[in-house]
């Protein structure tokens, strides 16, 4: 039998029949109704005990993991908690941080499952000194769980009252995950330089190889065909453009997320000769892997971000018309994916040579 108390089985199963408002209502009446009194003081960096909500889409995540790393880095086992998808666990536990972290099954996260009631009693077996909820597009749920951590300092990405107290902008102006970064690293006074240091060198923990090692790898280049997070698919003729203007000094092998990634292109590596990966991209080792390889070429994927934020592995980025956001990093190569592909294979050969800049 269910663990959930009769009373709150009951109230959930009305409000499966509420209107948005009225769950809305309901969720704010739940957790406290008006938002408490505060005064605030421009002193987030010192609050001890942090509980971070964590991005919802994938590509937010890996550009929001590196603050992560370093909230995480000078705070005891007790004074920090993550709380993201259960899907994440991989590159969590990748990172070292699975053992700071609360992971949740999408699908349960319901008022009235026993699952839910979980998470919500784990959260409330600490004190919280500041909540980071980094859910763009938050669900009730989650907001209603932002606010039962009594943080006094509950910070969102848009103004969500009485969950949240901080906005970080309006709701009528638009920022990325990279601007939302770059505002918390001040705001918490951490140091950019030293932040994406510190994600490269957790990057290299699980190296196989040796640093002076030389590696079999080096003249293979990854090729992603995981589809972009917004523009048309690869097509077969690109694929093919690409891959033979980089013979025959350079070889690619393909990669993506999942098996059925790689079907739409299968006659073309065929042709090709081209090995792939099907596994690569949600494996426990992946940094292990990818830091065998020299480079990676990618759309704006949604595993392009984790190559730009968690690796130092020269990314090689084909763009369509409108300019992707990305930070100015040295680690980029960015070439029009309607442009003269031999042209691009000549560049990203001397990019990739090249040594990088010492800091």
Same mark, same amino acid.
């Given at each position: 039998?269910? &663990?959930?108390?009769?009373?709150?089985?009951?109230?959930?199963?009305?409000?499966?029949?509420?209107?948005?408002?009225?769950?809305?209502?309901?969720?704010?009446?739940?957790?406290?109704?008006?938002?408490?009194?505060?005064?605030?003081?421009?002193?987030?960096?010192?609050?001890?005990?942090?509980?971070?909500?964590?991005?919802?889409?994938?590509?937010?995540?890996?550009?929001?993991?590196? #603050?992560?790393?370093?909230?995480?880095?000078?705070?005891?086992?007790?004074?920090?908690?993550?709380?993201?998808?259960?899907? !994440?666990?991989?590159? #969590?536990?990748?990172?070292?941080?699975?053992?700071?972290?609360?992971?949740?099954?999408?699908?349960?996260?319901? +008022?009235?499952?026993?699952?839910?009631?979980?998470?919500?009693?784990?959260?409330?077996?600490?004190?919280?000194?500041? %909540?980071?909820?980094?859910?763009? !597009?938050?669900? #009730?749920?989650?907001?209603? *769980?932002?606010?039962?951590?009594?943080?006094?300092?509950?910070?969102?990405?848009?103004?969500?009252?009485?969950? *949240?107290?901080?906005? *970080?902008?309006?709701?009528?102006?638009?920022?990325?995950? +990279?601007?939302?970064?770059?505002?918390?690293?001040?705001?918490?006074?951490?140091?950019?330089?030293?932040?994406?240091?510190?994600?490269?060198?957790?990057?290299?923990?699980?190296?196989?190889?040796?640093?002076?090692?030389?590696?079999?790898?080096?003249?293979?280049? *990854?090729? !992603?065909?995981?589809?972009?997070? &917004?523009?048309?698919?690869?097509?077969?003729?690109?694929?093919?453009?690409? %891959?033979?203007?980089?013979?025959?000094?350079?070889?690619?092998?393909?990669?993506?997320?999942?098996?059925?990634?790689?079907?739409?292109?299968?006659?073309?590596?065929?042709?090709?000769?081209?090995?792939?990966?099907?596994?690569?991209?949600? &494996?426990?080792?992946?940094?292990?892997?990818?830091?065998?390889?020299?480079?990676?070429?990618?759309?704006?994927?949604?595993?392009?971000?984790?190559?730009?934020?968690?690796?130092?592995?020269?990314?090689?980025? #084909?763009?369509?018309?409108?300019?992707?956001?990305?930070? !100015?990093?040295?680690?980029?190569?960015?070439?029009?994916?309607?442009?003269? +592909?031999?042209?691009?294979?000549? &560049?990203?050969?001397?990019?990739?040579?090249?040594?990088?800049?010492?800091?």
């Amino acid at each position: 039998m269910s &663990s959930v108390p009769f009373a709150k089985g009951i109230r959930w199963f009305y409000m499966r029949f509420f209107s948005d408002k009225q769950l809305r209502l309901w969720f704010e009446k739940k957790s406290g109704g008006e938002n408490e009194m505060f005064q605030y003081k421009p002193d987030i960096s010192n609050r001890k005990r942090v509980i971070i909500f964590l991005p919802t889409e994938l590509d937010k995540l890996f550009v929001i993991l590196p #603050l992560a790393i370093e909230l995480t880095e000078k705070r005891k086992r007790d004074d920090v908690l993550i709380l993201t998808d259960e899907n !994440n666990r991989y590159i #969590l536990r990748a990172l070292n941080l699975e053992h700071l972290s609360l992971f949740y099954k999408g699908q349960a996260m319901v +008022y009235g499952e026993n699952h839910f009631f979980e998470i919500e009693k784990k959260i409330q077996e600490q004190k919280w000194d500041l %909540c980071l909820f980094l859910q763009e !597009n938050a669900q #009730l749920p989650y907001l209603y *769980l932002a606010k039962a951590t009594h943080a006094t300092y509950r910070i969102g990405i848009k103004q969500e009252f009485p969950f *949240l107290n901080i906005a *970080l902008q309006s709701q009528s102006n638009s920022s990325s995950a +990279y601007a939302t970064r770059s505002f918390l690293y001040k705001a918490l006074s951490i140091d950019p330089n030293k932040a994406e240091k510190d994600t490269v060198h957790i990057t290299q923990k699980n190296e196989r190889l040796g640093s002076t090692s030389k590696l079999s790898t080096s003249n293979a280049i *990854l090729f !992603n065909l995981e589809p972009p997070i &917004s523009g048309e698919p690869w097509t077969e003729s690109e694929i093919f453009m690409i %891959c033979k203007s980089f013979r025959p000094d350079w070889r690619l092998i393909t990669i993506a997320a999942t098996a059925e990634q790689f079907e739409p292109y299968s006659k073309v590596m065929e042709e090709l000769e081209i090995r792939s990966n099907p596994v690569l991209l949600h &494996s426990e080792s992946i940094f292990s892997v990818l830091r065998q390889y020299p480079a990676v070429i990618t759309l704006n994927s949604l595993h392009s971000h984790l190559f730009l934020n968690l690796s130092n592995i020269k990314v090689l980025m #084909l763009e369509q018309k409108e300019d992707f956001d990305i930070p !100015n990093n040295k680690m980029i190569l960015k070439f029009s994916r309607e442009g003269n +592909y031999y042209s691009f294979a000549k &560049s990203a050969g001397t990019f990739i040579s090249k040594e990088p800049d010492a800091k």
